[in-house]
């Protein structure tokens, strides 16, 4: 079982940077790979980024590459999306989640808001 927190949300203007935080519990952290969604108002959930369990590997999806880093502290048992250059489209609920041994993301944070005005 792992628990997901996330924070570090809040309201910015276009081009400026926001780190989101998510704090995991769980004695079996540091062999999740994690993943960061957001959700905008009125759209589906959608993959912003993922790492490995060893923090090694990272992915991005299109809208977010080269503007956001995804990383993580095992010994905190901590994930982190750093995210440069905001644009109103990012603009969302940011969730925090850990892929469980299925190969799906089995747990889930609470959210935390971003927005961004132009």
């Known amino acids: 079982q ?55 590997s990272t992915d991005y999806a299109d809208s977010v590459k080269g503007r956001f880093t995804m990383s993580r502290d095992n010994a905190k048992k901590m994930v982190y999306l750093q995210m440069n250059s905001l644009k109103p489209e990012d603009t969302a609920v940011y969730y925090c989640a850990a892929r469980g041994p299925e190969n799906t993301y089995d747990y889930w944070g ?4 971003v927005t961004v005005s132009s």
């Not at 609470?110 to 808001?113: F, K």
């Open 2 to 56: 792992v628990r997901l927190v996330e924070s570090g949300g809040g309201l910015v203007q276009a081009g400026d940077s926001l780190r989101l935080s998510c704090a995991a519990s769980g004695r079996t952290f540091s062999t999740y790979p994690m993943g960061w969604f957001r959700q905008a108002p009125g759209k589906e959930r959608v993959f912003v980024a993922a790492i490995s369990w060893s923090g090694l």
């Open 110 to 113: 609470q959210g935390t808001q």
